[in-house]
């Protein structure tokens, strides 16, 4: 029986963990200015790809966050990963997204993974149709609504070397800056 428990836990184990080691990336922090990089299209749908998307998954997961961009973990190309269910199963890795949006303006609070603490309202479009490639290089589009929409257009701004507060005003952006990297050193 004891022999029959330790196959049980290992069964255990594997489904809820999977048996991929997980990896956690340092994700780079404001003001850092590698985080202005503009990023390169991904002509490479390899498996340096794929490793790298689920790194970013379990990267985004762990901090925990619903939005990942490869520039907010120095890689600088067109690859962003998103999970803004509850369940936290739900992931969507996208690849070279271009969006087009309608919809209202709408203004809401935002926060990212390279500006821990922060918080601040940005207005956007409510409605972002999404034109990319997924993990296998396979053309896609949908329409993305809501937080989903919100949350796209969040890191794919990161691709394009922009981030969340270059929204608000130089004062706040600068008080901001100066709090973090005083958090750093502190
Ligand atoms: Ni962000």
């Given at each position: 029986?004891?022999?029959?428990?330790?196959?049980?836990?290992?069964?255990?184990?594997?489904?809820?963990?999977?048996?991929?080691?997980?990896?956690v990336l340092e994700i780079l922090k404001?003001?850092d200015?590698?985080?202005?990089?503009?990023?390169?299209?991904?002509?490479?749908?390899?498996?340096?790809?794929?490793?790298?998307?689920?790194d970013?998954?379990?990267t985004?997961?762990?901090?925990?966050?619903?939005?990942?961009?490869?520039?907010q973990v120095n890689?600088?190309?067109?690859?962003?990963?998103?999970?803004?269910?509850?369940?936290?199963?739900?992931?969507?890795?996208?690849?070279?997204?271009?969006?087009?949006?309608?919809?209202?303006?709408?203004?809401?609070?935002?926060?990212?993974l390279s500006?821990?603490?922060?918080?601040?309202?940005?207005?956007?479009?409510?409605?972002?149709?999404?034109?990319?490639?997924?993990?296998?290089?396979?053309?896609?589009?949908?329409?993305?609504?809501?937080?989903?929409?919100?949350?796209?257009?969040?890191?794919?701004?990161?691709?394009?070397?922009?981030?969340?507060?270059?929204?608000?005003?130089?004062?706040?952006?600068?008080?901001?800056?100066?709090?973090?990297?005083?958090?750093?050193?502190?």
């Amino acid at each position: 029986t004891q022999y029959k428990n330790f196959i049980l836990k290992i069964i255990i184990c594997g489904t809820k963990f999977s048996l991929r080691q997980m990896s956690v990336l340092e994700i780079l922090k404001f003001p850092d200015p590698r985080l202005r990089t503009i990023a390169k299209p991904v002509d490479d749908f390899g498996k340096n790809l794929k490793t790298l998307s689920q790194d970013m998954l379990d990267t985004m997961y762990q901090a925990p966050g619903i939005g990942l961009a490869a520039t907010q973990v120095n890689v600088h190309i067109q690859l962003i990963v998103v999970d803004i269910s509850q369940t936290k199963d739900e992931p969507v890795i996208l690849v070279n997204p271009e969006l087009e949006l309608s919809g209202e303006i709408l203004e809401a609070e935002e926060g990212c993974l390279s500006l821990p603490g922060i918080y601040e309202k940005v207005s956007r479009r409510t409605i972002a149709k999404v034109f990319g490639q997924d993990i296998e290089g396979n053309d896609i589009n949908f329409t993305s609504e809501g937080l989903l929409a919100v949350c796209i257009q969040h890191e794919v701004d990161h691709l394009r070397g922009k981030v969340f507060v270059d929204y608000i005003s130089n004062l706040k952006r600068s008080r901001i800056k100066r709090k973090l990297v005083k958090n750093r050193v502190a």
